[in-house]
T-cell receptor, first 116, second 114 residues
């Protein structure tokens, strides 16, 4: 079982560069989301998607874009990287939104991004 | 957004039970109580969740107060592998968006001593 797969695991970017963090899940989950985690902090929600073609903003969306063209994939794009975006990024998927019965969320192993 | 209060850190001895408390006095009637944990250098993993009744699974038990304003995650026999940050999260429509999302606080860092 692959679950939620994130690539790359590590990345160093220069300020102003763009890149896409990849997230794929093989569980046919409708719900996917992106979080960032800064040192000593909990996870903060960046963007989420309730199904293919539908995305919405979370707590900290500025500087990030997402799209959801398939159920399996939910890439996160950094348009112009800034040092403040240095963080660990986690992707998650679940069958439905968390406020229900069958809502266990599965998280990827994370992408550690450094912007210099 | 959802507000939960957890101790910043707790210590436990290996093979002893651990009770991790969480206060959520503003919980509404349809909010679920979720617990996730994050082992070092890993993504969070689901532990358990419940609505009103106590819940048990292979990892832990969740005890929910009758008024639902607090809950306790119980690890019956702590192992070294249980050392992690444990997050108590209220989940329901409106949290982090109209459909509901998991909104994480800082959690409780559990240390397990051999």
């Amino acid at each position: 079982n692959a679950g939620v797969t994130q690539t790359p695991k590590f990345q160093v970017l220069k300020t102003g560069q763009s890149m896409t963090l990849q997230c794929a899940q093989d569980m046919n989950h409708e719900y996917m989301s992106w979080y960032r985690q800064d040192p000593g902090m909990g996870l903060r929600l960046i963007h989420y998607s309730v199904g293919a073609g539908i995305t919405d903003q979370g707590e900290v969306p500025n500087g990030y874009n997402v799209s959801r063209s398939t159920t399996e994939d939910f890439p996160l794009r950094l348009l112009s990287a800034a040092p403040s975006q240095t963080s660990v990024y986690f992707c998650a998927s679940s069958p439905t939104s968390p406020g229900g019965v069958n809502t266990e969320a599965f998280f990827g192993q994370g992408t550690r991004l450094t912007v210099v | 957004d959802a507000k939960t209060t957890q101790p910043n850190s707790m210590e436990s001895n290996e093979e002893e039970p651990v009770h991790l408390p969480c206060n959520h006095s503003t919980i509404s009637g349809t909010d679920y109580i979720h617990w996730y944990r994050q082992l070092p250098s890993q993504g969070p993993e689901y532990v358990i969740h419940g609505l009103t009744s106590n819940v048990n699974n292979r990892m832990a038990s969740l005890a929910i107060a009758e008024d639902r304003k607090s809950s306790t995650l119980i690890l019956h026999r702590a192992t070294l592998r249980d050392a992690a940050v444990y997050y108590c999260i209220l989940a329901g429509r409106g949290y982090g968006g109209s459909q509901g999302n998991l909104i994480f606080g800082k959690g409780t860092k559990l240390s397990v001593k051999p």
